[in-house]
T-cell receptor, first 118, second 116 residues
Framework: AQSVTQLDSQVPVFEEAPVELRCNYS??????LFWYVQYPNQGLQLLLK??????LVKGINGFEAEFNKSQTSFHLRKPSVHISDTAEYFC????????????????FGRGTQLTVWP | NAGVTQTPKFRVLKTGQSMTLLCAQD?????MYWYRQDPGMGLRLIHY???????AKGEVPDGYNVSRLKKQNFLLGLESAAPSQTSVYFC???????????????FGPGTRLTVT
């Protein structure tokens, strides 16, 4: 089974500073990768995803992430954060399963709390 | 198009009581999931369903049962609640695994359950 490691449980930054939230996964098989964001007292919202193609993917709210297969990483970045980006961010990974199989599922990291200070 | 909805939003139970959480989706998705979220633990899969009438265990299934009698609904039951089941419960759905986009899961707003 996959394991997903989010290396920082809390990341405090000042407004307009750049930020990187790190995510590593364990499996070397082909994967799909996701970042979800959870604002206080809300459900999870998809921020961006890597399914195929360019390893640099862009998502909503100015976030982007880079898939690095050799390092099994999918780090999330934003060049200039806003106070409204304060939220918890979850990295999730799914093994690509053979067609017709029904065993695919998402594995989540433990989350990174991003706090943006004025 | 409401997406994924969950009822109730909040619930307080006494130890030993039972309850059912309801998840509904209007996107005609094949797959549905129940997760629990605890501080510092991320989301852990309780049970999931790959289609109407089917269910399967996730990584933390003990103490929970599920049913998927209709494609759009996925019910999570607690037969005898315990304080360890105090958590936030999320339901999610996804189209299927036939295409890459089918792996993307759509989440409900959550149910906050407290067991005293």
């Amino acid at each position: 089974a996959q394991s997903v490691t989010q290396l920082d449980s809390q990341v405090p930054v000042f407004e307009e500073a750049p930020v990187e939230l790190r995510c590593n996964y364990s499996s070397s098989v082909s994967v799909y990768l996701f970042w979800y964001v959870q604002y206080p007292n809300q459900g999870l919202q998809l921020l961006l995803k890597y399914l195929s193609g360019s390893t640099l993917v862009k998502g909503i709210n100015g976030f982007e992430a880079e898939f690095n297969k050799s390092q099994t990483s999918f780090h999330l970045r934003k060049p200039s954060v806003h106070i409204s980006d304060t939220a918890e961010y979850f990295c999730a990974v799914s093994d690509i399963i053979p067609r017709g199989s029904t065993l695919g599922r998402l594995y989540f990291g433990r989350g990174t709390q991003l706090t943006v200070w004025p | 198009n409401a997406g994924v909805t969950q009822t109730p939003k909040f619930r307080v139970l006494k130890t030993g009581q039972s309850m059912t959480l309801l998840c509904a989706q209007d996107m005609n998705h094949e797959y549905m999931y129940w997760y629990r979220q605890d501080p510092g633990m991320g989301l852990r899969l309780i049970h999931y369903s790959v289609g109407e009438g089917t269910t399967a265990k996730g990584e933390v299934p003990d103490g929970y049962n599920v049913s998927r009698l209709k494609k759009q609904n996925f019910l999570l039951g607690l037969e005898s609640a315990a304080p360890s089941q105090t958590s936030v419960y999320f339901c999610a759905s996804s189209p299927s695994l036939v295409t890459p986009r089918g792996y993307e899961q759509y989440f409900g707003p959550g149910t906050r359950l407290t067991v005293t």
